[in-house]
């Protein structure tokens, strides 16, 4: 499976809007256009976001130097923050994702737009729609302002059914020029009709016209999906039994499925190869596998699957994990947390300790350290979108981790 990066932006290395654009060659970091029509639409890098601070006129971001690749595949990502919202608007916002957009507002005409969603305003609280070539409908659930929300958007335009990774681990299915809406692990909309199926995924656009708010937007990634997921996996677990581990996965559909490789991990980010189970090929029916270490790690072992093609190409399942013995010196609390993680230490750090939060894919998200003789301490997930996450806690040649689900 390859993906292809076409746009990755986190809005940390400079406090100018300019800095982020490049209207006629952008790098993978850059935008065509970022700006307004009117005094009345402040555009500015606040907080580390693009903001969008609107009283009267038009805002948008654009990028419509076409991808390269152009996909056939896009899974569009990004943080939303509705800051302040003060009168109910319908379709205030608009994500446009087509071919032949301009960096001038207004937003693009429905000839040049593949898929397109919209967000309509309220007082304290908004919602998503479809905005297909009529009003659309709207999504079935109402988030509050002042929230950081995971949006993912996918959009199918290769001409076949198929599959990806979703935002909750699990394998999805999406039909050929449909789109699917995540907010966090939520499924918002699913197999959405595009406007105009003929236009490709070259260009994105967003316009902000209508309403009293002020918006954030943060962490962009922009990707190509080449290929379909050769495996649609729609279960894995993992079981303690007496000293070993019993895992347990199953497969809906296969192609060129060659193998899959066990690998462990005791803190969810270095992995070994335990073992390799055979894939079944090509093959359209349900598959059930099974594989036991006879020998886990004492506390926390994180397993995860590498599926491997015939032609070596390969892609890496989500992690489960379980607790093999004691659970070394740790209490997480709550589960899951919201805004604040309570660590509890079974006993305190004899010398200064580290600790570190990872999410699932083994990027380094946050890390901190611990004083001497502390038995508590506590870290802020506010900046952490839905998920599950590893916090590993490092003191001289001792290595703690536990996982814990931030909602």
């Known amino acids: 499976m390859l993906f292809a990066q076409l746009l990755t932006q986190d809005f940390s290395s400079s406090t100018v809007v300019s800095d982020y654009v490049n209207a006629t060659t952008p790098t993978n970091g850059q935008f065509t256009a970022i700006g307004s029509s009117s005094a009345m639409m402040v555009t500015s890098i606040t907080g580390g976001a693009l903001q969008y601070a609107r009283t009267g006129g038009n805002g948008s971001f654009t990028h419509n130097a076409d991808f390269s690749p152009v996909p056939d595949v896009m899974s569009f990502k990004f943080q939303l923050n509705v800051v302040s919202s003060s009168a109910a608007v319908a379709v205030a916002i608009i994500f446009n994702v087509g071919d032949e957009f301009t960096n001038t507002n207004p937003g693009p005409g429905n000839a040049t737009i593949h898929s397109r969603f919209a967000i309509d305003l309220a007082n304290g609280s908004f919602v998503f729609r479809d905005h297909a070539a009529s009003m659309g409908v709207t999504g079935p659930n109402t988030y509050t302002i002042n929230t950081n929300y995971a949006i993912t958007f996918v959009i199918n335009n290769s001409g076949s059914n198929g599959s990806y990774t979703a935002p909750n681990g699990l394998t999805e299915s999406i039909s050929n020029d449909t789109w699917d809406l995540w907010i966090g692990t939520t499924k918002e909309f699913d197999d959405r009709a595009a406007i105009t199926a003929t236009q490709p995924l070259a260009n994105i656009k967003m316009t902000f ?84 270490d006879e020998r886990p790690l004492k506390g926390t072992n994180f397993y995860r699957l590498k599926q491997v093609d015939f032609d070596g190409q390969f892609s890496h399942s989500p992690m489960v994990s379980v607790n093999i013995g004691k659970v070394g010196g740790v209490r997480l609390s709550p589960q899951p947390v919201l805004d604040r993680l309570n660590v509890a230490l079974e006993q305190p750090a004899v010398e200064a300790a580290t600790w570190q939060v990872y999410d699932f894919a083994g990027r380094l998200l946050q890390s ?34 536990q996982q814990f689900q931030k909602n």
């Open 368 to 401: 901190g350290t611990v004083q001497e003789e502390s038995t508590n301490f506590e870290i802020s997930t506010t900046t952490l979108t839905e998920g599950t996450y590893v916090l590993r806690l490092v003191s001289g040649q001792q290595i703690v981790t």
């Open 209 to 292: 016209a209508s309403g009293t708010a002020t918006v954030q937007f943060d962490n962009f990634n922009v990707t190509s999906e080449t290929t379909f997921l050769p495996v649609q996996l729609v279960r894995f677990d993992a079981k303690a039994s007496n000293n070993s581990t019993l895992l347990s996965f199953s497969t809906a559909t296969e192609r060129n499925n060659a193998y899959f490789s066990i690998e462990r991990s005791q803190d969810g980010t270095r992995f070994e190869t335990i073992g390799k189970v055979t894939g079944a090929g090509t093959t359209t029916e349900k598959q059930n596998y099974t594989f036991t």
